[in-house]
């Protein structure tokens, strides 16, 4: 398995230069338009996390994100040194509620959840690593 | 992302083309609003050319619905199945009015 290596800066910019690799990788591997536009949301949603929360100074930092495939098997990586944020265990929103009283924090990762077939994430030398996996279902 | 838009006979077209997202939800926003600030209170979102949507642009949706709320209709359109897989997910689908 070969993987994709792209390394992004802390900029909101940088989120579409890192989608934008991700859908052509997955255009590359013929991958349905569902499935990219599902890891589309979730690259999104997760950098954007990283981006606007994960920094307490206003340095510059590298993600580096990793795409492999096997078949129709997508993984993706993102490992950042922002504080430790395990997306898994974030309270999970509630999507019952009506719309004056709807907030929209948490619902970026409610989203991911949703839509990703499995996430892993671990703590690794001060570094957090969450990998995504997504299964193309179009037969 | 590019946006353009309409007038039509009750309602203020909007259409969006490729995704809505981080980087360009404050764009829409903003051209939304600028729409509303001209007196323009019925507004019909056409998706026709979006390709997804993230959590980013429901926070348009949810912001031009409140703008909205009493003064006129925010109506969305044209979504392909992805988008409202989105919708429905995040248990926007039932909040908004869409055709």
């Known amino acids: ?139 | 992302m590019r946006i353009t838009k309409k007038k039509a006979e009750n309602t203020t077209e909007v259409f969006a083309e490729g995704a809505i997202d981080t980087l360009s939800s404050p764009k829409l926003l903003a051209f939304i609003e600028e729409i509303i600030a001209s007196g323009e209170y019925n507004i019909t979102v056409d998706f026709k050319g979006v390709d997804y949507v993230s959590s980013a642009g429901l926070k348009v949706f949810l912001s031009v619905s409140r703008m909205l709320e009493g003064k006129g209709s925010l109506i969305l359109r044209n979504m392909n199945s992805r988008i409202k897989k989105v919708f429905d997910i995040t248990g926007f689908l039932p909040l908004f009015n869409i055709q």
């Open chain 1, 1 to 139: 398995m070969v993987a994709t290596t792209i390394i992004i800066k802390n900029k909101d910019e940088e989120i579409s230069k890192a989608v934008e690799s991700v859908r052509k990788y997955l255009k590359h591997k013929d991958f349905s338009e569902d499935c990219e536009c599902s890891l589309a949301v979730a690259f999104d949603e997760m950098l954007s996390n990283i981006i606007h929360h994960g920094y307490n100074d206003d340095s510059e930092h590298s993600i580096k994100i990793t795409l492999s495939s096997k078949g129709k098997d997508f993984i993706g990586t993102i490992e950042d040194d922002a504080v430790a944020f395990n997306p898994l265990l974030h309270p999970e929103a509630d999507t019952s509620l009506p719309l004056s009283e709807r907030k929209i924090g948490g619902l970026g990762i409610h989203l991911v959840r949703n839509m990703m077939d499995k996430m892993e994430y671990k703590r690794v030398q001060n570094k957090n690593v969450l990998t995504l996996f997504k299964k193309d279902e179009r037969v």
